[in-house]
């Protein structure tokens, strides 16, 4: 089987070291620290790679990235290359004729058969001279025979370059991909940085056939999907429900669930309506002016309930009945599971258990917060959201070791929710951003609402999801993936 060789080595590549080598079946491309080399012998290939070098065969208008060390089948019409780094990104980008770096191109052709000599046998007439009408047409036979290849020779080499353009945007994406899934649960806002540059990039492609509209379109589409994941702008949050349709101008400050139900709260107005987001239902629940001195509401023990500063009230549907009055603590947020109520007070960096209208230290002797906080969630543990945007998890009072793989740079953060019928947490940041952890401690995404306010938030258990309640009275929904 033979070949012909095509070299590209740039003043970069030579300050490199690199040399193309040529003995007898081997063809060798080598600097000072990298090199590669081919051995062709009848239809087989041998390829050894070391440092930054591979080869690359393409193959009826596919490629394969072959491994550092393998051998296998090449076959008429195979072009292989072996290429250094650099070159070997500019063929991945989808070039072809003017590649910088260090490579060899291997056209794999048929065997060269011995020239046989041609003769002749001279006229003693000529025909093209007898008939000028012939010649005329023949003329014109063959200018149209010279267009119509042309045409076909530039469709041919168009073709090719774009389905080497969206080769190499397809790669690249996947390549830039693998990196995402690499870093994200290290460090958010890198992954986003790599998913803004891949966007750019496939942005400035350039123009791309028709025949590829659809395929560009699905690697945009999944950028942006990525993107939005990692706390990108613009995004078109799904709308569970939209609030106004009961108050106009919604103004509903918070709410909270009984994993099906939502309770939402418009303390302007002193009023609780209850939600079905599913079914897209609604019910009055309480309409009361003591409401408008609430400072939130919560679930606990299958009944609802509000709080003032030192007051909490059930909430039922004849009005409210008052529970509760405590007396000479601070109540800086407050939440309840299995019908206890617990609260936090920063002043003592305790969490307490509201006992007999009194609080209780919940945390054990020597166990404080360790820093001011501004969420509570409970899934049987507490769950506690600092204002430094760290995660902190006591259980029977006492801290447990919860590593948090990144922790976001805020200036504020609040609204910390959980339960125990999903394996995440998420919370508020800077006011307009949605964090969501694992509760193994992996940041599992970061989702910007711009220059919407974010009121509150709460998990929606049978979607694996968190809703969040806009300061413009709509109700979005997170899937968490």
Known sequence: MSYQLKVFVDEVAVDEGFVVNKQ????????NEDSIKAKIVGGTVEIEALGKTGAILEREKKISILPKKCQGK????????????????????GKREEISGAAIEIKITEEKEPQKEIYIQEK?????????KLNVIIGAVVILLLIGITYLGYQKKNGEENLNKIT????????????IGNVRTMNIDTALGIAQKAENEVN?????????????AEIKSEIEAVKNSLGGSNVNYEVAYDTSLINNGGGYEGMTTNGEILYIWNQRLGRIDSVDVNLKSTEEIVDDDKIKNWQGIFYSGEKWYGDSQNEIYEINRKG???????????????NGWNGIIYFLDNS?????????????????????????ATGMAIDSNIWILGKSGKIYEYTRGQKVDFKMSFTPTVNSTGSLVTDDKVSFLAYIADGNTVIIYGKDGKILGKYSFDSQKINDLVVEDQNNAVLVLGDNGKIYRIKIQ
Request: aromatic content about 6%.
């Open 74 to 93: 090449i076959i008429l019409g195979d072009n292989l290359w072996l290429l250094n780094e650099k070159a070997k990104k500019d063929f991945l980008e």
């Open 24 to 31: 007898e079946d081997v063809l060798e491309l080598r600097g």
């Open 320 to 334: 409210l009945t008052e529970t509760a009055t405590i007396s000479g603590e601070m109540i800086n947020e407050i």
């Open 348 to 372: 003592e960096k305790m969490i307490k258990k509201l006992v007999n209208n009194s609080g209780q230290n919940w945390l054990k002797d020597g166990t404080n917060l360790e820093e001011e």
């Open 204 to 216: 400035n492609a350039g123009n791309i056939s028709k025949n590829y509209t659809q395929q560009l």
């Open 124 to 132: 003693n007439y000529v025909l093209e001279k007898s008939n000028r």
């Open 168 to 179: 190499g945007i397809e790669n690249n994406w996947q390549k830039e991909k693998t990196e």
